[in-house]
């Protein structure tokens, strides 16, 4: 796997290994370091006619050091000698400034990963320094595709391509030391509709580490375009109690509050409804979450974490009941627990906790059966706003899909909030669709709760 993707010629992973030992040489007891570049390009048009033409190529490093038990982070752009040897000393002598903490420092040298990375295909060489003309055409025909697909699209909010291809490279003053690249792309459009004087917009998308597993731009323009005319002569339901069903990227939503739930920041502050909680059922039987980081060309793969841990698929929550949480070594320390390699970190920060491929596992239900075994009920496909209480699981958001009659999607609905607590909606899942689709990190298919307290006319 190439160490420089962008043609520098820079040895990333010799420079983290340069780093780490200039901070030891500077005075730190133990170190790590991560430097990466990475070139990025973005475009968008909007009604044919080019709006952005964005190229970014970026290379930045970030050292971590510990003097005695104190710790200080530091990130610099100049990767000449120079700035390297000045970024280890400014680090050491900021370290001496701040008050020790017991539980920092590096992982446990056996949880690390071998030096040797496994390729897990997360880098397309056609993705570095592509075009922007193919990228602009691919954008004018994904929004053009939503535009014929309806007289009663009018208008366009644009559509967009965007990419970028890099390399990481991570050292530890353990001995370890890895570099590995990566890409990513994705389109996405937006258009707009208009019946009867009212306006709405929707927008679809596709990602994917390589340009081959992106879907064509013609297909996402009309999927756009079907989400925005659904949406067209929306009502307010009826205050009710009634079961919901989540499509998948709103289902996916309900993954992430449960990975910031599990996560060790939130347990060892003791500001988590999950807290404690281990080993005990937390959901309905149908649910099982995986978290897998070497799933080949996953949107969140990788050989190793941010603190050089070995990777490992997980099962996380196991026919309703929660089997891990989620740690990196300092979260670990702080629960008297070992880490589960999920440290994810940037330049200049410390690492935090964040899952990798996270999915809510495909049932045996097709949307349609899951739709059908409701009289009358909510399909949610947007949320709004931000009405999550992790600490108690209190749930309350702005929503809007289409009204369920008689097993049946009836008509758009609006401007209603759908309340519960996250507890509840975890064990009240009742079906799990077999539609899942890994197009980000955190997915799920579609998802029926049993029952819910809807706030609308």
Same mark, same amino acid.
């Given at each position: 796997?190439?160490?420089?993707?962008?043609?520098?010629?820079?040895?990333?992973?010799?420079?983290?290994?340069?780093?780490?030992?200039?901070?030891?040489?500077?005075?730190?007891?133990?170190? /790590?370091? #991560?430097?990466?570049?990475?070139?990025?390009?973005?475009?968008?048009?909007?009604?044919?006619?080019?709006?952005?033409?964005?190229? =970014?190529?970026?290379?930045?490093?970030?050292?971590?050091?510990?003097?005695? $038990?104190?710790?200080?982070?530091?990130?610099?752009?100049?990767?000449?000698?120079?700035?390297?040897?000045?970024? =280890?000393?400014?680090?050491?002598?900021?370290? !001496?400034?701040?008050?020790? /903490?017991?539980?920092a420092g590096l992982p446990d040298p056996a949880e690390l990963a071998s030096n040797g990375t496994p390729d897990l295909e997360l880098l397309d060489p056609a993705i570095e320094g592509l075009d922007p003309a193919q990228p602009l055409a691919w954008a004018r025909e994904a929004e053009a595709a939503a535009m014929?697909?309806?007289?009663?699209?009018? $208008?366009?909010?644009?559509?967009?391509?965007?990419?970028?291809?890099?390399?990481?490279?991570?050292?530890?003053?353990?001995?370890?030391?890895?570099?590995?690249?990566?890409?990513?792309?994705?389109?996405?459009?937006?258009?707009? =509709?208009?019946?009867?004087?009212?306006?709405? @917009?929707?927008?679809?998308?596709?990602?994917?580490?390589?340009?081959?597993?992106?879907?064509?731009?013609?297909?996402?323009?009309?999927?756009?375009?079907?989400?925005?005319?659904?949406?067209?002569?929306?009502?307010?339901?009826?205050?009710?109690?009634?079961?919901?069903?989540?499509?998948?990227?709103?289902?996916?939503?309900?993954? !992430?509050?449960?990975?910031?739930?599990?996560?060790?920041?939130?347990?060892?502050?003791?500001?988590?409804?999950?807290?404690?909680?281990?080993?005990?059922?937390?959901?309905?039987?149908?649910?099982? %979450?995986?978290?897998?980081?070497?799933?080949?060309?996953?949107?969140?793969?990788?050989?190793?974490?941010?603190?050089? %841990?070995?990777?490992?698929?997980?099962?996380?929550?196991? @026919?309703?009941?929660?089997t891990t949480y989620l740690l990196d070594s300092y979260s670990a320390r702080r629960l008297g627990m070992k880490t589960t390699g999920h440290a994810a970190r940037s330049m200049g920060d410390a690492p935090g906790v964040a899952p990798t491929n996270f999915s809510l596992e495909p049932g045996p239900h097709t949307?349609?059966?899951?739709?059908?075994?409701?009289?009358?009920? #909510?399909?949610?496909?947007?949320?709004?706003?931000?009405?999550?209480?992790?600490?108690?699981?209190?749930?309350?958001?702005?929503?809007?899909?289409?009204?369920?009659? /008689?097993?049946?999607?009836?008509?758009?609905?609006?401007?209603?909030?759908?309340?519960?607590?996250?507890?509840?909606?975890?064990? /009240?899942?009742?079906?799990?669709? $077999?539609?899942?689709?890994?197009? $980000?990190?955190?997915?799920?298919?579609?998802?029926?709760?049993? @029952?819910?307290?809807?706030?609308?006319?």
């Open positions: 796997m190439s160490a420089h993707p962008s043609g520098s010629g820079l040895d990333l992973r010799e420079l983290a290994r340069d780093l780490v030992g200039r901070a030891i040489a500077a005075g730190a007891r133990a170190a /790590d370091a #991560l430097v990466a570049e990475s070139d990025t390009l973005g475009v968008g048009v909007r009604l044919g006619e080019v709006e952005k033409v964005k190229r =970014a190529r970026a290379r930045r490093a970030g050292l971590r050091v510990f003097v005695g $038990n104190s710790t200080a982070i530091v990130s610099t752009a100049d990767l000449t000698a120079d700035g390297i040897a000045g970024l =280890a000393r400014d680090a050491c002598a900021l370290a !001496r400034s701040t008050a020790p /903490d017991a539980h014929a697909a309806s007289k009663e699209i009018t $208008n366009s909010e644009g559509s967009e391509f965007g990419c970028d291809a890099g390399t990481v490279a991570y050292a530890s003053s353990l001995g370890f030391a890895g570099v590995y690249s990566g890409s990513h792309a994705g389109l996405s459009v937006t258009p707009v =509709a208009s019946r009867d004087g009212s306006m709405q @917009r929707d927008s679809w998308y596709t990602t994917h580490r390589r340009l081959s597993g992106l879907e064509s731009p013609a297909a996402i323009g009309r999927e756009a375009a079907r989400r925005t005319l659904r949406r067209l002569g929306g009502r307010r339901p009826p205050t009710c109690e009634c079961p919901v069903v989540f499509d998948p990227e709103m289902a996916a939503s309900l993954m !992430r509050h449960l990975a910031g739930a599990i996560s060790g920041s939130s347990l060892y502050r003791r500001m988590s409804f999950l807290l404690d909680r281990l080993g005990d059922t937390i959901a309905s039987p149908e649910v099982t %979450v995986i978290d897998d980081p070497l799933r080949i060309a996953g949107p969140a793969s990788r050989p190793f974490d941010g603190e050089g %841990v070995a990777q490992r698929r997980r099962t996380v929550v196991e @026919r309703g009941v929660l949307p349609e059966e899951i739709i059908a075994s409701i009289p009358n009920g #909510l399909y949610v496909t947007e949320l709004i706003g931000f009405g999550v209480n992790g600490v108690t699981g209190d749930y309350s958001r702005g929503a809007a899909g289409l009204w369920i009659h /008689d097993g049946e999607l009836a008509y758009p609905v609006e401007e209603l909030t759908i309340a519960g607590n996250l507890r509840d909606m975890l064990r /009240d899942i009742e079906m799990v669709g $077999n539609d899942l689709v890994r197009r $980000n990190a955190v997915v799920a298919p579609t998802v029926k709760i049993a @029952r819910m307290t809807l706030a609308g006319a």
